[in-house]
């Protein structure tokens, strides 16, 4: 057992036991940027390719994987559409910070994809070879501008092949490597930063799995691999940055010749220049990342994680729900409409079921990532409960969703809306008025078990990956969504019994109808 055992079950308790440093209190005039500035470095303005009619959010959840290539403008695209800055915030809303966005130190930006706390601590690389269209180097996604920084000429895309093993996806010289730097998020979150950027990697491949389908593009993505050598070649410092997925694309050119040798003297030299006058380092985060890193480069044989899957719903009273409702939208529609409700469900309106049943059914589709350690077919990591509130047609109660019939099992007859109050931390939500609350339970101990402390890192991308999911499809349904980490998971466990099974509730996600007229302001900075 190692130490991501422990630091799960701190998680799960902090709403009884806060975790250490209890006493934190964040720096917000010392904040970090949320990205990596690196002054004077050559840039490269992307191109945006758009985004195609049929190009839809339904595509993009329930279609298969296509065959197709990326360009340089598909790649464009897709990165503005899913960690460019996209608009302002300026709505009229329940959050906290409400009284500060008006100021421009304090701008709230808004991005396809969600992310713990708006902070945003991914940073985006681009490897590329022989054959794509720049000079072969490694680059440094600049999302406030929509471009690219050379970090470093040359090809050195060998050193990123011999990272990933035998992955078969790997026969490519193209490749987005997702790192994170620990203090873009722990200034705010200390020791319980590295559950929430877990969490934010997941959504971000999501979102980039669904833009991919709905292009008739397929990614795949690596979770496991000789972390240590890709940090060394992007010039990480392991106490600072992690590495947590690599990403492989097959390019619209022809393969070189020979494929680039490895380079291992090969590494980005250049140095972020950090805005916070005063970084801190936080012992329970340094000592997770670490275990994670234990045996980073020896996948998990084929079906290691199968005894730690998600059962199948159990028996009870069946509630059907209606067909999933039509996801037209195109995807980069569904994700610029994509925000937090924040306080602006109401009750007055129950929810279409039909609504329900896709943001469940998108829900289920994302909870397996295509990721290097999962079997193609096999049942997702997550199950997932729900409370509904104010459903049309299906009676007040908590329920387990059945995926195999995408209907509801009752497990809790009544109304919840008070448990639901009284388990949440913050003001910016009255859960009572969501029409439902989706709740997914992993076996996360039992996937730590099968596959090591690095499974800390797969369980709560899944998990990231179902909240970007969600949010996505109710955007394009046309209902409000809310997701949130500040509820207690103690309380929700014994709730659904769920402790027999090992399972643990990791997320809530509150769907429903808004008020209607809400106060907001429009300032979108890029065209449709």
Known sequence: MGYAHEYATAVMRRGRTPMEPADFVPDWADRPRKGKYFPG???????DGGCADDATLGRGLFGEPGTGAFTLPLLGAMLRDSYGLTGRRLAVQANTDLGSLPFH????????TASGGGLYPIGV???SGASGPLTPGVYYYDTPHHRLNRLLSGDVTGEVRSALGDLAEADTDQFLVLGVTFWQNAFKYNSFSYHAVTMDIGALLETWRMWARAHGLRLDTALWFDEPRVGRLLGLDPAEDGVFAVVPLRWDAPAPEAAAPETPGAAVRRVPDERSR???AFPTLARVHEATLEGAADRPAPGRLDPALAAAAGDGERVPLPDPAPLDTTVRRALRERRSSFGRFSAGEPLDP???SVTLAAAVTAATLDSDVETPGAPPLTRFHVFVNHVRDVPPGLYEYDRDTGGLVLLKPGGFGAFLQENYFLANYNLEQ???VLVPVARTYAVLDAVGDRGLRLVNAAVGAIAQAVYTAAS???TGCGVALGFDCVSYAEEFGVAGRGEVPLLIMMIGEERPRPADYRYDIVAP
């Open 476 to 478: 394009a349904a046309g």
């Open 105 to 112: 130190t304090h701008a709230n930006w808004s991005r396809g």
């Open 354 to 356: 039909a609504k329900l």
């Open 125 to 127: 690389h681009w490897v």
């Open 434 to 436: 969501a029409a439902a």
């Open 278 to 280: 005063r970084t801190l």
């Open 41 to 47: 470095v050559p840039s490269f303005p992307l191109p």
